[in-house]
C-alpha cells in the first residue's frame, strides 16, 4: 500500500501523500458502489478476520460490506459469546485467528494502542476500527473523503470539531489528517472534554460553539456519549445542547454551504438538532456510504501487500488458495 | 516502469489515422448500421481510441454511438503484484449495455488478460447482445482464448518487444512504435 505498510493503525503515522493515494482509490470505489452489482473480484482468497472488543455497529457492518463487495471471505466477531468470556488473550485470540490462514485483522478495541500490539505480533496486517481514545483511522479518512469530494479541495478549508473532544478517537484521527493536507481545524467543547494541551495538535481552541462556527467550511458535530452521563463532564443533557448543541441559528456562522458531519450515532436534540440533521447541509448518510468506499479503498491497498499473508506457515496454504495470485496480466508492453 | 527504447516506427499518425477510419468503416458494416452500439476504451489509450471510433462513426452515419471507460484494475488476476499502487481513474459506463452491440476498444492485445478481465468486467454492468474487440495492433503471444473482432496493425514480436501505441490525448504524438526493454 500506502508505501510499504503492512497495517493501517492511524492517521498519525501516514504521510500526506499516503492519504491523499487513499482517498483517490476511494474514489474508484465509490463508483463501483453505484453499479448494477457492486462487487468486484478483487480480493478473492483473501480471508479477513473483524475483531469487535467493543461494540459497534455502523463500522463493523461498514467493513464486513466493504470486504464482501471486494469478493473478500469475511469472519467476524464480537467480545459476547466468543472465547474472550472464557479469559482468553487478545494474542492467544488474533494468533488461533492467523493460525487459520487470515490475512487481514480488523480490531475495534476498548484499550488504546490494542491495534498496535496485534501488527506487531501478527504477519498478517492490522486495521484500526477504533482503539479507545486513540484513533480511528478509517472514520478519520470517510469525514476527509466526504469534505474533499464536496470541496474539492482540503487545504484552507476551516473544520470546525464540536463536543468531546477528550474522549474521541473520531476527533483525533480528523485532526491528524486535516492537519496533514493543511486544514485549518478549530475545536470547541465543554473544558471537562478538552485534552490538556489540545493546541499542540494544531489547533484553536474556540471559547465558544459559535466562535468555532464562524466561517467555517465544514462543522463535525461529535456525539455525547450518554454511557459516561453519570460521570461529572457535564451538568445535564439539556444544558449540553443549550450550550454546544448544533441548531440552525447557530448554523447560520458558517459559511452559506456549510458542510454539517456526524460519526452517528447522533443524539438527535442534543448535539445536534433534528432540523439540522435532516437539513440541506448534512452529508451525513453519505459519510456512511463513503465510509464503505474508504474502507474498501485501505482493505485493497492493504491485501496487495507481497508479503501481508499469514505466517509463514502459511504462505504456501495461502498461496495455494490464490491460483491466479501469481500469474502477469499485465506486462505487455 | 521499466526502461524502453524505441527500434522501429511501425505506423505513423497518418496510419494509425487510416487504421481507424477502417476500423470504424468495418464495425459499421458488420452491425448494419450504429443504432445500437456503444463504444468502451479501456483505460487508458482505449478511451482516446473509442472517442475517435465515435468521432468517424458520427461522420459516417449520423448517429453517434455513446463511449464508455472501463478502469480493469479491479478485475486483473495479479492483485499481489499491483495493489499497492493506488488506482486511479473510475470506470463509466454511460448507458445501460443490455440489449447492445458493445465494441471494447483497447490500444494492444497480447496475452488477452486484459480483455478477459475487461469481459468480466463489463458483464457485471448488464447482458449486452454481444461484445466485439477492436485494437489498435495485435502483437500474438495469447494465453487465453481471446481474438479481436477489429485489428489496425498484426505486428508479429517476440515476447521481449515491447509494442508502443502512442496517442495525442495521453502522449502528445500519434503512433505505434516497436521497442525492446533495456535490461
Do not use: C
Request: hydrophobic share 40%; net charge neutral.
Amino acid at each position: 500500500m500506502i508505501g510499504q505498510r503492512k497495517d493501517l493503525l492511524g492517521l498519525e503515522d501516514l504521510t500526506a501523500d499516503e492519504i491523499l493515494s487513499i482517498l483517490d482509490t476511494a474514489r474508484t470505489f465509490r463508483e463501483v458502489l453505484d453499479r448494477p452489482i457492486p462487487k468486484v473480484p478483487s480480493l478473492r482468497g483473501i480471508t479477513a478476520a473483524n475483531l469487535f472488543y467493543e461494540p459497534s455497529t455502523r463500522t463493523r457492518l461498514s467493513f464486513e460490506l466493504a470486504e464482501k463487495r471486494l469478493s473478500a471471505d469475511t469472519v467476524s466477531f464480537q467480545t459476547a459469546g466468543s472465547s474472550v468470556s472464557k479469559g482468553e488473550t487478545l494474542k492467544d485470540t488474533a494468533r488461533n485467528i492467523e493460525a487459520m490462514g487470515i490475512h487481514l485483522v480488523i480490531v475495534r478495541h476498548h484499550a488504546s494502542g490494542a491495534p498496535h500490539y496485534l501488527a506487531r505480533n501478527l504477519n498478517a496486517g492490522v486495521i484500526n476500527a477504533g482503539d479507545g481514545t486513540h484513533e480511528h483511522p478509517t472514520q478519520g479518512l470517510l469525514d476527509i473523503y466526504t469534505m474533499r469530494e464536496h470541496k474539492a479541495r482540503v487545504t484552507g478549508l476551516r473544520v470546525a470539531i464540536v463536543g468531546d473532544i477528550l474522549h474521541s478517537r473520531v476527533a483525533r484521527s480528523d485532526i491528524w489528517g486535516l492537519k496533514k493536507l493543511g486544514a485549518e481545524v478549530v475545536v470547541a467543547g465543554p473544558t471537562t472534554m478538552m485534552p490538556v494541551e489540545v493546541e499542540r495538535f494544531g489547533v484553536t481552541v474556540a471559547k465558544s460553539v459559535d466562535e468555532a462556527l464562524e466561517g467555517a467550511d465544514v462543522v463535525n458535530i461529535l456525539r455525547v456519549q450518554l454511557e459516561r452521563q453519570s460521570s461529572t463532564l457535564y451538568s445535564t443533557l439539556r444544558e449540553y445542547a443549550r450550550v454546544y448543541g448544533i441548531t440552525l441559528e447557530r448554523l447560520r456562522r458558517a459559511r452559506p454551504d456549510v458542510l454539517v458531519m456526524h460519526p452517528g450515532p447522533m443524539n438527535r436534540g442534543v448535539e445536534i438538532a433534528p432540523e439540522v440533521a435532516d437539513g440541506e447541509h448534512s452529508v451525513i448518510l453519505e459519510q456512511v456510504t463513503n465510509g464503505v468506499a474508504v474502507r474498501m479503498a485501505v482493505l485493497y491497498l492493504l491485501a496487495g501487500q507481497k508479503d501481508a499473508p499469514g505466517a509463514s506457515a502459511e504462505a504456501t496454504l495461502s498461496e495455494g488458495k490464490r491460483p491466479h495470485g501469481r500469474s502477469t496480466l499485465s506486462p505487455r508492453r | 516502469m521499466e526502461q524502453v527504447r524505441e527500434k522501429a516506427e511501425v505506423l505513423d499518425a497518418e496510419g494509425l489515422r487510416r487504421a481507424v477510419t477502417r476500423i470504424a468503416h468495418e464495425i459499421v458494416e458488420k452491425n448494419g448500421g450504429a443504432d445500437s452500439l456503444v463504444l468502451v476504451g479501456i483505460q487508458r489509450r482505449g478511451v482516446p481510441l473509442a472517442r475517435r471510433l465515435q468521432e468517424k462513426i458520427k461522420e459516417f452515419e449520423g448517429v453517434e454511438p455513446p463511449v464508455g471507460s472501463l478502469n480493469i484494475a479491479l478485475y486483473r488476476d495479479d492483485l499481489q503484484t499491483i495493489a499497492h499502487q493506488p488506482i486511479v481513474g473510475a470506470s463509466e459506463i454511460p448507458v445501460a449495455i443490455d440489449g447492445k452491440i458493445v465494441v471494447l476498444v483497447d490500444d494492444v492485445l497480447f496475452t488477452g488478460r486484459t480483455a478477459r478481465a475487461a469481459l468480466d468486467e463489463l458483464i457485471d454492468f448488464g447482458r449486452p447482445l454481444s461484445i466485439q474487440l477492436a485494437v489498435m495492433v495485435d502483437r500474438g503471444h495469447r494465453e487465453l482464448p481471446i481474438r479481436a473482432d477489429y485489428v489496425g496493425k498484426n505486428v508479429p514480436t517476440s515476447r521481449r518487444e515491447v509494442v508502443l501505441v502512442k496517442v495525442d490525448e495521453v502522449d502528445g504524438t500519434d503512433g505505434i512504435w516497436i521497442g525492446e526493454t533495456l535490461a
